[in-house]
């Protein structure tokens, strides 16, 4: 059953795919009423929070001793990825009660602090667990069935296809991670979308030479809980091409830039990285080990910040030692650094680290400057329309 969903981007038409996540529920959904009717279904459906319903052929599934099973290839659409083609099973048995979620062969465990599920657990984060029990909790209720049910996700190539991804890296170990928040894999032309950047941000010129850039969304949730948004200052999201809509907007009538972004993504401009997509550069651990390296860490806090799994991780250990502030103010004015060579001289650039945990980490100088100008301007504009 072919997942005909489709979005125009530039002149291509590109089909759309769902999650590992998708795949995890819609087995479980499948399994679950293989155990409670004893019967195969021959379809199983569910609505993504993306607001596209998913339907599959269920024509891998079986029952055992302990319960019964079904299977869901993963389909990515036009944005293929190592997951494309996988299978996932779910393995369903009746408990006394509730819903228990669990990974077996192929599902990664984790091993490091700091990722969405704790140590110990199976790498099927909190989106697609939310999915996977709503899934089980709808068949459960459609068939009157107020008992129990543990739920094993498993994805028996999984191990393999770890190996060509960043888990290893991150502290997950033994096989994939069940992933995705809306559900759906949007299809991504990486010409097609600068090209859509560039036009926004054209767009965008012919208002204002003033403006805020920031990667995705969390950028975006950043930007209005600190009420950057309320500035009169316009926002663009520039996925990963950080060094493309800068070269971009050294074409246009731009004055000022303020750069904001989590993290994850900004510590990596540090060391001149301008497509921020792990798939082309990663370095954000040995980003951090060496400006901590130049502030006086020990060998074993360098360790430390190199074995991290994450960058809320690696804040976590230079708070311990004591370095947080002068490591980060290192690696903000080596990302100040590089956006100035990036632009020359064709506009003033600054920028705001943040972290979804610790807030914000960091502001350069000249964000600190731009952002003085901007609020004088927006309280004089205030004044002047009481």
């Known amino acids: 059953m072919a997942f005909e969903y489709y979005h125009r981007n530039g002149t291509k038409m590109l089909r759309y795919g769902y999650t590992t996540g998708t795949c995890a529920s819609l087995a479980a959904a499948a399994a679950t009423r293989i155990l409670l009717t004893g019967s195969e279904p021959d379809t199983e459906t569910l609505m993504t ?37 996988l299978e996932v099973r779910a393995h369903v048995s009746a408990s006394s009660e509730g819903i228990s979620i669990d990974g077996g062969k192929g599902v990664g465990r984790v091993t490091k602090p700091g990722l969405d599920q704790p140590v110990g657990n199976a790498a099927i984060n909190s989106g697609p667990r939310a999915m996977i029990e709503a899934a089980v909790k709808a068949v459960c209720n459609e068939l009157h069935y107020d008992g129990g049910i543990d739920v094993i996700i498993s994805v028996p190539e999984g191990e393999a296809a770890a190996e060509k991804t960043f888990n290893g890296k991150l502290g997950i170990e033994g096989g994939i991670s069940i992933l995705g928040t809306t559900g759906i894999v949007e ?146 004015s080596a990302v100040q650094q590089k956006l100035e060579h990036r632009v020359k001289d064709h506009y003033r650039i600054g920028a705001i680290m943040f972290s979804n945990v610790y807030g914000q980490l960091g502001m350069t100088d000249n964000a600190k400057a731009i952002l003085r100008g901007w609020k004088s301007a927006a309280e004089r504009h205030k004044e002047d329309t009481k």
């Open 49 to 85: 929070s993306k607001g596209i319903p998913v339907s599959v052929e269920i024509e891998v599934w079986g029952r055992d001793e302990t319960g019964a099973w079904a299977s869901v290839c993963k389909d990515a659409g036009d944005d293929a990825d190592v997951t494309d083609g």
């Open 187 to 332: 299809p991504m032309s990486e010409q097609a979308l600068v090209d859509t950047i560039e036009i926004e941000l054209k767009q965008t010129a012919l208002d204002s030479d003033r403006l805020i850039i920031t990667p995705g969304n969390f950028g975006e949730n950043y930007i209005a809980s600190e009420g950057l948004d309320q500035l009169g200052v316009p926002v663009q999201k520039f996925s990963n091409f950080l060094g493309e809509t800068l070269d971009i907007l050294s074409g246009l009538d731009i004055k000022e830039v303020l750069l904001v972004a989590h993290v994850g993504k900004l510590s990596k401009v540090a060391a001149g990285i301008m497509n921020t997509h792990s798939k082309y550069a990663d370095g954000r651990n040995e980003i951090f080990c060496a400006h901590a390296a130049v502030k006086g860490a020990s060998t074993e806090v360098c360790r430390e910040l190199m074995d991290a799994a994450t960058t809320d991780a690696c804040i976590e250990i230079l708070d311990e030692a004591g370095i947080r502030g002068p490591v980060i103010e290192s690696i903000m």
